[in-house]
Structure formats: structure tokens, C-alpha cells
């Protein structure tokens, strides 16, 4: 194990960088998993971190040090960081100092779209994300597709909301959403406060794409064209939205429900 | 209209700790209404802000015209500000620049629970809180009793992701959940991914009360004590867990369903 002790080290330098830039970050291809219950989920799915960073005080840490443990058994390095620079990396308050750098997954395209699948539109909030991301994965849902000017999912604001979903999930970022969607031959289906058919008169055992737009302005038109049904959530109060990650979690659960 | 120009001015120093302190907004019984959407909302169920605040450059502007209009209107005072006093007021980024200065609303607790309710214990988010309260508007819940531990409803973070829900709802807070649960004579349902009974075999066709706790922890085990049902979301994932605004807005939802 390697100890850091100096703010001006140029590996400490880069790990601030890819800490603090989500530019940088994207740039570099890489990202941070923060803290013990993410680095844990992905070893658990199999994931080799490029790096261990670890704070000074956490180093005989009960949940630490079997971590640490499976970190030099494959090979990953490990640094050791006084914590007041360890703090400066993480944004974790309170939490257990552990966190991995990783190669930010970036899987192929697939040939097709025949698994239940999330299409997401200019999503913005990534606590939002994360819970969609987390959804999904308990549905069973596998595979992710977000348009260019979607909030970037492996950001560590989006993978703390996501708990650990997205070592389950095929995320494709920058897809292109119209070309994905011409080819799609299950149902694609997007949610609308104006449309006649509910969810539960919808088929859900099958396949189904389901698409969510920005919080805000939805579904771009040009992308709602593309649905094969425009469904709504039935709803009994005087306010007639829901939150979208909340949307998507009534939607993903009644697919459950109906395969029950 | 008034005009404040310094930032010395008593009454704006009053409302730049209204807006940064929640203490003070706990203290003071008041809160802030921040953007046009929700202070149109506010209007809209019958509410009579305390003041209204206006940023200079939106004084003209064709959203906040009629509501400054309905201010004078019902009495209220309107304080307009140049924009940089405005900006130092508000979270809304790039938003129109209009606040209200409203009295928390603080109802009596009913005598008995006997129409459908939502019971929050010591829930952390603010945006899981703000995404609870639009699902239960949403799903026609009106009764949202939180203990003490759960984050103040009326902040502006939770107010934002609540889109106005908590103006068609009686919000209870700081309630003695366990007093509270003992007198009920309706369903209370916690979910538990332990539990043998699925949201879909209990009988929603009746008010129920549905219990949520803390993102960590869950339901304290005294308050579980209390719930006549365990109910479990089946799930089709590796993960075996839901965001807790996911898990409400499926519950809620499923309600609604067996209602149609």
C-alpha cells in the first residue's frame, strides 16, 4: 500500500480532478465509486477497480478491510490518504473512507432492442436517475439507453441514488434516440396525462420499451411520434403530474405485477 | 409597491434569514413560496400570502403581472428589489423572480385516521419527501402525518419537488407517530422486503394507512409493532430494494388500480 501525504503529489492531483470535474471525469473515461456500499456492489458484480483510495482512519474499518482484502488479491493498488485529504475527494459526509476509481463502463450498442428496455430523454436531476436506474434493476430491466443530453449516470451523485443498480444494468450515454426507436419492434411506450388507454389496458407481458423525458418539457415530439402508445397513469387528486421517477417506478411495477 | 435597495434595510435582513436559515423559518412559523409556479399554486387553493417579494426585472413580466395584481387585489404587500437583493433570496436558478412570505400552515390533528393517510417516520430527503407528497395529491391522499425526525415539509428543496401537492394536502408534522398509530382502526401497511403478503393480495378497496421510514433504516421496530400488515413489492431483480418515494408511488398506485 502506497501513503499520499502531500496535496501537490500528481496522482493526488488527478484523483481531485476526477473528484471535483464531471468534465474531467468524462474526459478521463473514468469515475469514482464513494464509499464502502458501492465499491462492495461492484466487486460483488464482478468489477476490477483501476485504484483503491482508502482514508487514514478507516484503514482496520470492519467493512474496510475485507475490501482491501480482494483489492490485493486481484491486483489493484491501493492508496492510503491522511483524511483531511481524503475529505476533499469524497462527497460523503459521515461515511466509511473508501472509494474506487473505475473505467467507466461504456458497453456496445446491442444489434436490436427485444428486451424490456428504459429509453431517457433529456433527463436532468440525477437523484431522479439514480431511482430510475434503481427501479429498473428490481423490475428486471436490464438495459438503459439516455440521449446526449441526459445527466450523465455515472456521475457519484446519480450512482449514490442508484445504490448499486448500475453493476446490473446496460447503460448506453449519447445514444441516438430517434435512430434507436425507428428500428424498435416491440411497443414503445410513453406516458401522457392526455392519453386515452391506461397502463393496466396496455400488455405488459411482453417486451416493452418504456420512454421518460426532461422533468419539465417531457418527451421531445419528435421522439413521442415514434411511440406505439401514448398510456396514462390514472390518477384521483386535483394534481395531474407525477414526479417522473416515481412514473417510472408505477410503470416498471405494474409490468411485474401483470407477470405475477 | 415598496422599494428596497440595501441589503441594511431590517425588513430584507428578515427575509435573507428566512430564506437561508431553516431554524429561523421553524422559529418564525413563516416560509418561502420561491418561483411563480408554486406561488401561483398557493393562490390558486385559496392561500393569502403574508408579502410578496418581486426581483425588479421581472416587475413586467406576463407570468408575474396577474398574480402582483391578485397580491393588491387581497391586501398583500408587494416589496420589489433589484436583482441582486432578489437573487441572494432565492434557490430558483434562472427562474422568474417572484416569492411569497407565507404562514406555515400547521392544522390541528384530526380526531381520528379514518380516511387514507400517509405516516413518515424520520424520512431524510428532501426530495424523497417533496416526490411523496406529489404522489399522494396525486392519488387523491390528503393526510400526511410525519414525526419529528422527518425533514421540515415547508423548505424550499422539499416545496420544489413537491410542485404544489402540499397545498391540497393536511400536512401533520411533528406528530407522536406511535400515540398516533395506537388509536387507528383502519389497515396500517409497512413494506418489508421480508414480508410473505404482496401489495396486490391485500384489500386497497378501503382507507389505509401506509407507513414509509428513514432511506437507511426503515420503520423503527416500535412503530412496525403497530402495522396490521406487512406487505412486500415482489421484484424481479438482483436488487432487493426500492427507493422509498419509488415504493410509495407504487403503493399509492396500486390503491388507485383496485379502485378503478
Sequence with gaps: ???????????????????????????????????????????????????????????????????????????????????????ALSQVEHGVGLMFIIATPNPALPKSVDQSSVVLDNLQDPGNLGSILRSAAAAGIKNIFCSSGTVFSWSPKVMRSGMGAHFLLNIYENVHLEELLKDVRIPVLATSSHAAETIYQVDLNQPVVWLFGHEGQGVAPELMDLATHNVTIPQRGEIESLNVAASAAICFFEQVRQSL
Tied chains: 1, 2.
Excluded: F
Excluded at 465509486?33 to 462492495?40: N, T, W
Excluded at 482512519?57 to 490485493?72: N, Q
Design 1 to 87: 500500500m502506497k501513503s499520499i501525504t502531500s496535496r501537490d503529489n500528481p496522482l493526488y492531483k488527478e484523483l481531485r480532478h476526477l473528484a471535483t470535474s464531471s468534465q474531467a471525469r468524462r474526459k478521463a473515461e473514468r469515475t469514482l465509486l464513494d464509499g464502502v456500499h458501492l465499491c462492495e456492489a461492484y466487486l460483488q458484480h464482478g468489477g476490477v477497480p483501476q485504484l483503491c483510495v482508502v482514508a487514514e482512519s478507516c484503514l482496520a474499518h470492519h467493512e474496510v478491510d475485507p475490501l482491501l482484502a480482494r483489492c490485493a488479491a486481484s491486483g489493484t493498488q491501493t492508496i492510503c490518504l491522511p483524511d483531511v485529504l481524503y475529505n
